[in-house]
């Protein structure tokens, strides 16, 4: 009997406002563009959001277990070989979980388990999935459901009884505007498409000193979140019909050198206020990023089971974001007013009624990356 391996990562982020991920920086290498670009690729007209930091969680670990090409392709797609400890962590705006099924009487290494739980967080469990794989299926969805607040109630609707191991991972997060928008002055606007036509959606508005800049044929704002530490970066191209061209030109190391150049300025702030929900299958864009070996029967996770039978069949990621007005009454409200002895200028626009790319980040971490194409329709 084909004894498969599945790896599973579940990637949750919502919040009234936005949420953010408080842990420790990771490596940020081209892996979060490239992740990001290989997903969106065929979606051209389709609002995206990705998680790179917990895909990265997941094949961190997936690659101790690894040796010989497998472990070397997963180092290469994730772009760095030292070794990373990760941790569940919960502080009120942040919890993140890590959790392994292992198959009941099926041999592990020892060292993998114990790896597992030090270094990367993950509680370790047991389930039958040769002879019951709906009541595993449950189990993981109930450990899934609880660890998102009911948000994200189904990672899988089924798992083969071949099943040997199941990976998952799950974030939750809710953070505030260091500064809110007004309610009050949310209005339906026009959204240009790529195409060039008119879409409408809600767009809140808010007025203030923030840190931007206009770069060649990019605009960047940073806005802060209550949590210290923590921003949605906005990227938006001054031409919205050459947004495919634009996006495909960032990269991380374009991003933190873009963020380097930020200024304090008057800016009256446009932006969408939206929902979203993305469900991926990530076989095809880790493959086609050079990460083959590992979903082949010539797999080598010797690491994880002396039987030498496991090949991963399926990685999934589900990610969900709210962005509205919801922030905290301040005292940073009234920080940009001072009384002037002259006429000030006119506050910089920055109006993202166009498409655009947001990061949230923490430091130099891009921890969520996606981008808002086209309003839903409702």
């Known amino acids: 009997m084909t004894k498969i391996a599945h790896f599973a990562v579940l990637v949750f982020l919502t919040s009234g406002a936005v949420a953010l991920l408080a842990a420790e920086q990771k490596p940020q290498t081209e892996f979060v563009f490239d992740l990001y670009r290989t997903v969106v690729q065929d979606e051209p007209d389709k609002n995206v959001m ?169 605009l960047i704002l940073e806005l802060p979140y209550k949590t210290n530490g923590y921003a949605m970066v906005l990227l938006l191209p001054k031409n919205p019909t050459k947004f495919a061209e634009w996006e495909t030109e960032m990269t991380t190391k374009k991003l933190n050198s873009l963020r380097g150049t930020l200024k304090s300025g008057e800016i009256d702030l446009r932006m969408p206020k939206f929902t979203m929900e993305n469900t991926f299958e990530l076989n095809e864009p880790l493959q086609k990023l050079g990460m083959t070996a590992a979903f082949s029967r010539d797999a080598d996770f010797s690491k994880i089971s002396s039987a030498k039978d496991l090949f991963v069949s399926k990685i999934l990621q589900k990610t969900y974001i709210a962005v509205d007005e919801v922030g905290t009454e301040a005292a940073a409200v009234t920080g940009g007013i001072a009384v002037a002895t002259r006429v000030p200028p006119p506050p910089f626009l920055f109006h993202a009624d166009r498409p655009f790319l947001y990061a949230i980040v923490k430091g130099d971490s891009i921890l969520f990356l996606g981008r808002f194409v086209k309003p839903e329709v409702k």
């Open 50 to 218: 990705v998680s790179p930091y917990g895909v990265q969680w997941l094949l961190d670990l997936v690659r101790t277990g690894a040796d010989g090409t497998t472990k070397t392709e997963i180092a290469q797609v994730l772009g760095y070989t030292e070794p990373i400890k990760w941790e569940s962590l919960s502080d009120g705006t942040l919890t993140t979980a890590a959790a392994l099924w292992g198959q009941q009487g099926y041999s592990f290494q020892p060292a993998f388990l114990q790896t597992a739980r030090t270094n990367f967080g993950f509680t370790i469990e047991q389930a039958d999935f040769s002879r019951n794989s709906s009541a595993a299926v449950k189990r993981i969805n109930a450990w899934c459901s609880e660890q998102t607040k009911g948000k994200i109630t189904m990672i899988f609707d089924r798992l083969d009884p071949d099943t040997r191991l199941v990976l998952v991972n799950a974030l939750h997060f809710k953070a505030d505007w260091k500064t809110p928008f007004s309610k009050n002055r949310t209005q339906d606007a026009d959204f240009t498409l790529q195409n060039g036509a008119k879409a409408k959606t809600k767009m809140m508005e808010r007025t203030g000193r923030m840190m931007y800049n206009a770069i060649d044929e990019t």
